[in-house]
């Protein structure tokens, strides 16, 4: 490239005058123009890789000119993008790039958290599909808008509002949270990570400084104090003292290997100094001067030989502290006031996972393994306030707060949700905040008007922000209703775009999705928990299973834009049906549904009635399909209890022995047709520990390797074939990624990243029986943020 040619020399006045040189004249016009001029050296086609130059500083040349949009950094650099930094420099422009096109490139940043290691097809896929959600909700397919050259999709209909409320992103799993001022007044967030690093974090998500390392096990505590200093501690039983300003380590006070630190906190009794309480995982605690960093000698509680949670509770005025002591499910209360001993003690439920001190006198909050979250005065030893319905799962974190004037405690739950409860009463704050695709480990809050905002470290690598009682910081329009169920519930009113079903919690409608009309579905006020779509004496027919255990029949026969007519209902199952899936057999067409009462059940729909029943999974049934073999239907179910039955389906008699699959949970089954003359058909299962396996149903044995899909639990599968004949499964789950294998030959194909954790998958024709298949297969995908349904093109551009 001649000196002339080149985009990244200086511009140099000419004989013609000084234009250029004017230009340079202040940093941002100078990174203006070279953004511009690296801009013309991207291809337009997104699948022609840019100079590695591009990939990784285009953004921030356009950031630092004030031009970052699409016009500066084209969709074509984004697949290839690699400073993993371009939501971060959008928030940073902020107000000053409002008016700039910016669609593309905050679909991307939509994302970028999530893409990690994904390849380019992957990658320019995602983007697609979030750029489509981003733009075009609930409007009908326009082939014109829908095509980028490259993507393996083409977006048909999105109905799709994600949480963009990622502050950072972090390539280690997060284990601990805080928040410190430092001595020259700046808020800095603070995070400890599994492989013993720490970082810190502006409120906008920028890293502050240069992380420090312990060079030891995972930090599981922090602890600010004044003049800029931090403790950390964790699983090599080393307490740190850092100047964290300086980046300096200043003292390792405390170090016992073979344990670990389980509680780090501040403690003052009465007309006592300020001491460091320092628990450790065999039940020793020790204190630790706050200043000096030596032990000191100080009336302390004895512990059992089992790890503590600690909290300092105020008793208010100068009443000091009295200290809450939780180990396994047993809690106990030290007031050093009233002697050596215990004041008060209680057991929980489940083992206690966190406690808090609350901003009322005597007051402190704690969580355990049942969900439990409840409200206690440390003097009396009384539940002052629970929280009810607790959600499924441990409650695993906690943080005091304030919302509008009101004392509040935010909890973190195994569900991946947030949770704000009134520290008075124990009544909810607000709906539950729906983001993360991991579980929240840590929370704390960030100073805010009108209140403080609530920040969460998840264990899906993500720093996450939110404005307590209401959906996630940062969204720029309302969010979605979470999708409870939904279904491909057969063809549309035009070529290729199919008729959906779609139920949240406001109710349940039918979209055509190539017109963009819906219609009401009067399913009355139990909350639509499964669909299924099945043709009865040439009728369609939807199914739907509601969360009062009943089933509805409705009659799809007045078209797509009318209300389907109820016809029947189906009553059997105790608790709700979870799964269930029609199909012929025999001149009939049958029903069979999986409930969470653990029982599988067969229906006649053409006469509407129930067969048979059966109760040998042990907890709920999670899902169920159809198996077309060599000697008719077979049924498959999935259970809570790790199994995977085959059901005959004219007797519903078990064919062989469960299917043990070693997956913990068995989330999803499939069928997966195969070409082999010694058998036509391989079940899939789904399961917990995030993998997938493949079983022969006639030998009950496994069929090549686990697929792993590497990030979180297995929640939904559906297989369908490509436009060219290819063997395909699709997974997903709460990590919120749609991954695509060949089954022929095991190999990935495709990871296509939506950034919100997703439950069910739908391909169309798996559950339409008769009904007609598109040139290329579509899929359905539906989760917390919403839905989308996609056609698949894995042969060609």
Known sequence: MSDADNPYRAPRPGRSGTSDAKAWADTKDAHRLIAEALARLVATDPTIPPHPYLSRHLAHHAARGDVLDDAHVPLAVLPWESSANVRTLLRQSGAA??????????????????????????????????????????TPLDPSAARVSGSR????????????????????????????????????????????????????????????????????????????????????????????????????????????????????????????LVAHSDGRLGALDPVT???????????????????????????????????????????????????????????????????????????????????????????TAVAPAPPAGPAIALTALTVAGRAAVASGGSDHTLRVWDAR????????????????????????TPQPLLVSAGADHTLRRWKPGGRGAGAVRAVRRPVKAAALAGPGSSAGAPLIAVADESGTALWDTGTGRSAVLPAGHAT?????????????????????AGIQLWSLDRG????????????????PVRSMAAFPCDGRTLLVTGGEDGTVRLWDLDRTRALACREDHLLSVRDVAVLDTVRGPRIVSAGTDGTVRLWDPATLRPVGPPLHCGQ?????????????????????????????????????????RRLDVGDGPVAALTFFRTAAGRPCLAATGPGGTIHLWDTGTGSHLLRIVTGSPLGTLDAFGARQPGGPHPRHPVLLAAGVAGVCVFDVRMEGR
């Open 425 to 448: 009463t124990g009544a909810a704050i607000g709906g539950a905040l729906e983001g993360h695709t991991a579980a929240p480990v840590a929370l704390t809050t960030l100073p805010g």
């Open 293 to 383: 960093f030596r032990p000191v000698d100080t009336p302390l509680p004895s512990l059992d030989p089992a790890p503590a949670l600690l909290s300092g509770v105020g008793l208010g005025g100068t009443e000091g502290m009295a200290l809450a002591v939780a180990q396994g499910r047993r809690v106990r209360v030290w007031d050093p006031r009233q002697g050596g001993g215990y004041a008060h003690e209680h057991e929980h439920e489940g083992a206690v996972r966190a406690l808090v001190d609350l901003a009322a006198p005597g007051r402190y909050a704690l969580c355990d393994d049942s969900g439990y979250v409840g409200f206690r005065d440390a003097s009396t030893g009384r539940e």
């Open 153 to 276: 999709v083409t977006p048909l209909w999105s109905d799709w509002t994600a949480q963009d409320n990622v502050l950072a992103v972090s390539e280690t799993r997060l284990e601990s949270l805080t928040r410190t001022t430092t001595a020259d007044g700046r808020c800095l967030l603070v995070t400890g990570d599994s492989h013993g690093t720490i970082r810190t974090w502006e409120p906008h998500g920028v890293p502050a400084m240069a992380p420090l390392h312990t060079y030891g096990g995972a930090v599981q505590h922090l602890l600010p104090l004044p003049g800029d200093l931090l403790l950390s501690a964790g699983t090599d039983g080393s307490v740190r003292v850092w100047h964290l300003t300086r980046g300096q380590l200043l003292a390792e006070p405390v170090h016992r290997p073979g344990t670990w630190v389980s509680a780090l906190t501040l403690f003052a009794a009465k007309d006592a100094p300020e001491v460091v």
């Open 528 to 548: 639509v928990t499964a669909f299924a779509s099945a043709l009865v004496r040439g009728e369609p027919l939807l199914v739907t299973a509601h969360s009062d």
């Open 560 to 575: 797509a834009h009318a209300a389907p007519a109820r016809l029947a209902g189906l009553l059997g199952h105790s608790l």
């Open 97 to 138: 790039s409002a008016a700039r096109r910016q669609e593309w490139l905050e679909a991307w940043a939509r994302i970028e958290p999530f893409i990690g290691g994904a390849g380019p097809d992957s990658r320019l896929t995602s983007l697609h599909l979030a750029h489509h959600a981003a733009t075009r909700p609930r």
């Open 664 to 704: 913990r949970v068995v989330n999803a089954v499939a069928a997966v047709p195969v070409d082999e003359p010694d058998r036509a058909v391989l079940v899939a299962s789904g399961g917990e520990d995030g993998t997938i396996r493949l079983w022969d149903p006639d030998t009950g044995q496994p069929v090549g």
